[in-house]
């Protein structure tokens, strides 16, 4: 039986939207949803068992999209895929570990505080807004340090990859978004930041 790659393709995108559009009431486990750094925030301030069982609950998920991925290029449907679903990895970062941890923490923060305005205001299409903005950040770091956002992304992505060392991945992955995404819950409450997310907002004394 031939299978018709078109078909594979269509089958797989289905997966992935249904996977990225379906909601778990109890837990998010989309690591792709980035409020997911937030959530753990506020959990580490009220419940440390809380916020360790979430942030364990995130790497199994993300160790299975790796599995997911590999087995979508293993079939090589296009050309760039032949021969590299487990290939030797290489790090993305291609700046020196302190700017790279800057970048990752700079452009969490600006993702974190875009979502949370677009989510209070409520645009017709902010969802989709929100997608090109996440995007734009992602093209804007990629050629620096990849551009991840999500500890636990770049971890089941690149970690042991050849080109850093744990400690150089744990300060650029983990300890730069993680500040940025701590920096954004104080950078989006800023007099300035609210005033240009809600310019007409009546004063109250």
């Known amino acids: ?7 594979v393709i269509i089958v797989l995108l289905t997966l992935l939207w249904e996977y990225q559009t379906t909601e778990v009431k109890i837990l998010n486990l989309n690591p792709a949803d980035q409020s997911s750094r937030e959530d753990t925030i506020r959990m580490l301030r009220d419940e440390m068992g809380d916020a360790v069982e979430f942030i364990a609950a995130e790497i199994p998920t993300e ?3 790796l599995l997911y991925v590999q087995l979508l290029w293993s079939l ?4 760039t ?3 590299r679903a487990f290939g030797e990895c290489s790090t993305d970062l291609q700046i020196p570990v302190p700017f790279g941890a800057l970048v990752e ?3 969490t923060c600006l993702c974190r505080v875009a979502s949370k305005a677009l989510s209070d205001l409520e645009p017709r ?3 989709a807004i929100d997608s090109f903005i996440g995007t734009a950040l992602v ?3 990629f050629n620096y340090s990849g551009g991840y956002f999500n ?4 971890t089941s992505l690149k970690y042991g990859c050849h080109g850093n060392t744990i400690i150089e991945h744990i300060v650029v992955y983990w300890i730069g978004a993680c500040c940025g995404a701590i920096a954004s819950v104080f950078v989006y409450e800023l007099p300035v930041v609210q005033n240009l997310v809600f310019p007409n907002r009546i004063k109250r004394d």
């Open 125 to 127: 299409f902010g969802t």
């Open 105 to 107: 923490g700079i452009a």
């Open 63 to 65: 160790l299975m999209n």
């Open 81 to 83: 895929h032949e021969g």
């Open 151 to 154: 500890p636990v992304l770049a």
């Open 76 to 79: 090589e449907l296009v050309e």
């Open 139 to 141: 093209v804007a770091a």
């Open 1 to 7: 039986m031939k299978i018709n790659k078109v078909e």
